[in-house]
């Protein structure tokens, strides 16, 4: 069986799953593959540099990401063009991995977080989808203390993602991670047992 697994930054995803890894859960991480797809000697780092120039590569020839980050943040058509460089071969390489777990071990789970999954138009790869929520007071107040943003920065990080409250509604599973872990653990095992896993 295949899920897919989304939120909002700062949700508390990388949690959730962690907790189904823990449980026996196969995880496909789609920001790893992303990160993957970045590492020197790969084409899709290669057709980057292209496009963006090599000052987007540090002196070891790997990237940097404060950089790019800078250069696509504030221009949506270089946040496309990159996006359209990258998202063909990550979305392959998640497609490959969740199928050979899936094949490799039927009766289990494959989880498959995926931050921009509404985004990216990949919620048919799925026939249930998680959605991790938090309510958005609760994201900003997250993302603010985790990455050191004033509050201004948070929101424009929120304001590039779907609304949290429309991947709730959109959500075939809510696990609610606005308490404490201990709420959080019993919503991911009453998942579980209903998945009928274990």
Same mark, same amino acid.
């Given at each position: 069986?295949?899920?897919?697994?989304?939120?909002?930054?700062?949700?508390?995803?990388?949690?959730?799953?962690?907790?189904?890894?823990?449980?026996?859960?196969?995880?496909?991480?789609?920001?790893?593959?992303?990160?993957?797809?970045?590492?020197?000697?790969?084409?899709?780092?290669?057709?980057?540099?292209?496009?963006?120039?090599?000052?987007?590569?540090?002196?070891?020839?790997?990237?940097?990401?404060?950089?790019?980050?800078?250069?696509?943040?504030?221009?949506?058509?270089?946040?496309?063009?990159?996006?359209?460089?990258?998202?063909?071969?990550?979305?392959?390489?998640?497609?490959?991995?969740?199928?050979?777990?899936?094949?490799?071990?039927?009766?289990?789970?494959?989880?498959?977080?995926?931050?921009?999954?509404?985004?990216?138009?990949?919620?048919?790869?799925?026939?249930?989808?998680?959605?991790?929520?938090?309510?958005? =007071?609760? !994201?900003?107040?997250? $993302?603010?203390? &985790?990455? @050191? +943003? *004033?509050?201004?920065?948070?929101?424009?990080?929120?304001?590039?993602?779907?609304?949290?409250?429309?991947?709730?509604?959109?959500?075939?599973?809510?696990?609610?991670?606005?308490?404490?872990?201990?709420?959080? =653990?019993? !919503?991911?095992?009453? $998942?579980?047992? &209903?998945? @009928? +896993? *274990?």
């Amino acid at each position: 069986m295949i899920m897919g697994l989304t939120g909002g930054i700062a949700s508390g995803k990388s949690t959730v799953s962690a907790l189904l890894v823990n449980k026996g859960a196969r995880l496909v991480d789609a920001d790893l593959i992303a990160r993957e797809v970045m590492l020197p000697g790969h084409p899709v780092l290669a057709a980057v540099v292209e496009q963006f120039g090599s000052e987007i590569l540090l002196p070891d020839g790997a990237l940097d990401r404060a950089r790019l980050g800078e250069m696509i943040f504030r221009q949506p058509e270089a946040r496309q063009m990159l996006n359209e460089l990258t998202h063909p071969a990550i979305r392959q390489e998640i497609k490959d991995r969740m199928y050979r777990l899936d094949e490799e071990d039927p009766e289990g789970l494959v989880i498959v977080d995926i931050p921009l999954l509404y985004e990216s138009g990949l919620e048919g790869l799925f026939t249930e989808i998680v959605v991790v929520y938090v309510p958005r =007071e609760i !994201q900003l107040a997250r $993302l603010m203390e &985790r990455n @050191g +943003l *004033s509050r201004e920065q948070a929101e424009e990080r929120l304001k590039a993602q779907l609304d949290i409250e429309l991947k709730r509604s959109k959500a075939s599973v809510v696990i609610d991670n606005s308490g404490d872990r201990t709420q959080t =653990e019993s !919503q991911v095992d009453h $998942l579980w047992d &209903r998945l @009928g +896993l *274990s």
